[in-house]
Nanobody, 126 residues
Framework: QVQLVESGGGLVQAGGSLRLSCAAS????????MGWYRQAPGKQRELVAS???????NYADSVKGRFTISRDNAKNTVYLQMNSLKPEDTAVYYC????????????????????WGQGTQVTVSS
């Protein structure tokens, strides 16, 4: 089994910073892209930032220059450093990863489906 466990959410004042972490564990052969999504009340889930296994990054326009995504491949962990937080950043943040499990690899299917974390609340007060 594969699971993603997030940590680092919380309550912060506008202008403050938070760092989210997401660790993947279980029967993992390799991890392709990893990313962070968020969902605010009454809104659809949206991509915040993503990073490939090679380190290429992509950001939503709304967070460019304020958020930084990074990963530690040795630890199967992805991070999201969030600076200059705004009230509109308030949402539940979800970690996502495309993971090739040991079972898929040894079965020859090489399927790398998306896995999701349980979500962590980020609240920015004005």
């Amino acid at each position: 089994q594969v699971q993603l466990v997030e940590s680092g959410g919380g309550l912060v004042q506008a202008g403050g910073s938070l760092r989210l972490s997401c660790a993947a564990s279980g029967s993992i052969f390799s991890i392709n892209a990893m990313g962070w999504y968020r969902q605010a009340p009454g809104k659809q889930r949206e991509l915040v930032a993503s990073i490939t296994s090679g380190g290429s990054t992509n950001y939503a326009d709304s967070v460019k220059g304020r958020f930084t995504i990074s990963r530690d491949n040795a630890k199967n962990t992805v991070y999201l450093q969030m600076n200059s937080l705004k009230p509109e950043d308030t949402a539940v943040y979800y970690c996502n990863a495309e993971i090739l499990s040991l079972q898929s690899y040894y079965s020859g299917s090489y399927a790398a489906p998306d896995y999701w974390g349980q979500g962590t609340q980020v609240t920015v007060s004005s």
